[in-house]
């Protein structure tokens, strides 16, 4: 019962990470498996004695996150082929409705020079690594997945699957999110939905760094600098709103449908991050 148990709630998480704006990490949370899920992330290579019962609790929660993900990208590929800019509206809803339990994580928010310069500086790098990733949005489109498949390509993936491992594990932030905002989002979907090994291999390469890194950090950074690290958080958050926005359709009943799809998914965001245990 408790390997089923386990299973599902990794394939809640894993649902989770396939949409931008929900975080995989806030799902662990509300879960109630995420403190041990750092754990044993963290400490797998150094706690010899609980590293069968860490390798057994990781292979219940990640067969479960991957058969979700399988499954669910063919969902997210249908709807971002054919109602791109929706989508996108309701990516955008799930990220502002975010804001709200990130702020509230840790109790004294109070803004000071420290806050504001560490909230600059995630706005910013969000920004940077926008106008400097290589445009490769329209790849999918043009091309079958890997016949589009080059060098400058994985090393990217590796970067980009780092940035995005890092961020499943944050509470408040998505890792799919991040492949996003790097233009990697669709490409990845649509190779998990066509089985597409070789880019997922280089993705899955900077994944394992980036949680198995993050994982060693975020424990430390969350007990020296709660507040700081959570500004940080706030500054990637708000600035990836300028990415991501597809404007808006040209027909008054169309936009009417996109705001209505927008506070849909502000609402539902709002709602799961502030579920109890968050």
């Known amino acids: 019962m408790e390997t089923v148990k386990l299973f599902l709630k990794g394939g809640v998480i894993g649902i989770a990470n396939v949409i931008p704006g929900v975080s995989g990490g806030t799902m662990a ?5 995420y403190e041990y899920l750092i754990e044993a992330i ?23 996150t991957g058969a979700a993900i399988l499954i669910f990208s063919w969902v997210m590929d249908y709807l971002l082929t054919n109602y791109p800019v929706y989508t996108y509206l309701f990516f955008i809803g799930l990220i502002l409705g975010s804001i709200p339990s990130i702020y509230k994580t840790h109790p004294d928010m109070k803004l000071n020079f420290a806050s504001i310069l560490t909230f600059m500086f995630g706005a910013a ?3 940077v690594i926008f106008f400097l990733a290589p445009d490769r949005t329209e790849t999918v489109e043009a091309t079958e997945g890997v016949k589009a498949f080059d060098l400058p390509q994985a090393l990217f993936l590796i970067l980009s699957g780092f940035l995005s491992g ?23 979907i649509r190779s998990v939905k066509n089985l597409e090994l070789l880019p997922l291999i280089f993705l899955g390469i900077g994944i394992a760094i980036g949680i198995w890194s993050f994982a060693k950090m975020i424990d430390v950074l969350l007990k020296r600098n709660p507040k700081e690290t959570f500004y940080f958080i706030l500054g990637l958050v708000f600035a990836s709103l300028v990415p991501i926005f597809p404007g808006l359709p040209a027909g008054g009943l169309e936009k009417l449908i996109a705001l209505f799809i927008a506070i849909t998914a502000f609402i539902l965001s709002y709602k799961l991050g502030a579920r109890p245990g968050k």
């Open 166 to 188: 890092g961020s499943m594990i944050m509470p408040g932030i998505s890792g799919s999110f991040i492949l996003v905002l790097l233009g990697q989002y669709h490409y990845i």
């Open 29 to 33: 949370v509300v879960l109630g498996i």
């Open 125 to 127: 790098l969000i920004l």
């Open 42 to 64: 963290g400490n797998f290579f150094v706690n010899k004695t609980k590293r069968k019962e860490y390798f057994l609790f990781l292979l219940k929660v990640l067969c479960g």
